[in-house]
């Protein structure tokens, strides 16, 4: 009996090509193309060769490139002023672990054992004020006997910047 397998994953340099192909796809379509260099550093288009290649525009687009680069670069929204999500606390900085899920015929799968991660308003004594962090609940029990600006210089958070409105 043969078991499923997951396919095997392109070459890196396949991916690497594939990652620039579409980068200068986007790049392409805010602004007129940069020179293209070949292997050996010998330019295939120029900066002349490609405006005289492309149609005159009365109108010229502009912002769209800073609009694409702010939608881009978090995903942190106004609203609810999360961070970005990534599966670690934030005050002991507990990730997940890679385990392995056995069977009674001793087959083995892959498994992840995440933390148990939590936003919680703290009360944080040195800027008189409420801070929400996004906190393991290991990191809740810690925070009993030890302040929260301890842990926190520990791993270098500043928490100005989780200050609860």
Same mark, same amino acid.
């Given at each position: 009996?043969?078991?499923?397998?997951?396919?095997?994953?392109?070459?890196?340099?396949?991916?690497? $090509?594939?990652? @620039?192909?579409?980068?200068? !796809?986007?790049?392409?379509?805010?602004? *007129?193309?940069?020179?293209? %260099? /070949? &292997?050996?550093? $010998?330019?295939? @288009?120029?900066?002349?060769? !490609?405006?005289?290649?492309?149609?005159? *525009?009365?109108?010229?687009? %502009? /912002? &769209?490139?800073?609009?694409?680069?702010?939608?881009?670069?978090? !995903?942190?929204?106004?609203?609810?002023?999360?961070?970005?999500?990534?599966?670690?606390?934030?005050?002991?900085?507990?990730?997940?672990?890679?385990?392995?899920?056995?069977?009674?015929?001793?087959?083995?799968?892959?498994?992840?054992?995440?933390?148990?991660?939590?936003?919680?308003?703290?009360?944080?004594?040195?800027?008189?004020?409420?801070?929400?962090?996004?906190?393991?609940?290991?990191?809740?029990?810690?925070?009993?006997?030890?302040?929260?600006?301890?842990?926190?210089?520990?791993?270098?958070?500043?928490?100005?910047?989780?200050?609860?409105?």
């Amino acid at each position: 009996l043969k078991y499923w397998r997951p396919p095997k994953s392109p070459p890196p340099e396949m991916l690497r $090509s594939a990652v @620039l192909l579409v980068c200068l !796809a986007a790049a392409s379509a805010f602004n *007129v193309p940069l020179a293209l %260099t /070949g &292997a050996k550093g $010998s330019s295939i @288009l120029a900066r002349k060769d !490609a405006q005289s290649m492309l149609p005159t *525009v009365a109108a010229q687009r %502009t /912002g &769209a490139l800073e609009g694409l680069q702010m939608a881009c670069t978090t !995903a942190r929204t106004t609203k609810t002023r999360q961070q970005p999500c990534r599966k670690e606390c934030m005050l002991l900085k507990k990730r997940a672990n890679n385990g392995m899920t056995v069977s009674f015929s001793h087959i083995r799968n892959h498994k992840m054992q995440d933390v148990n991660l939590q936003w919680k308003r703290v009360w944080w004594a040195e800027g008189n004020t409420f801070v929400r962090l996004r906190i393991s609940t290991k990191a809740i029990k810690t925070l009993k006997t030890k302040p929260v600006q301890e842990l926190a210089n520990r791993v270098g958070l500043d928490l100005n910047k989780y200050r609860s409105r």
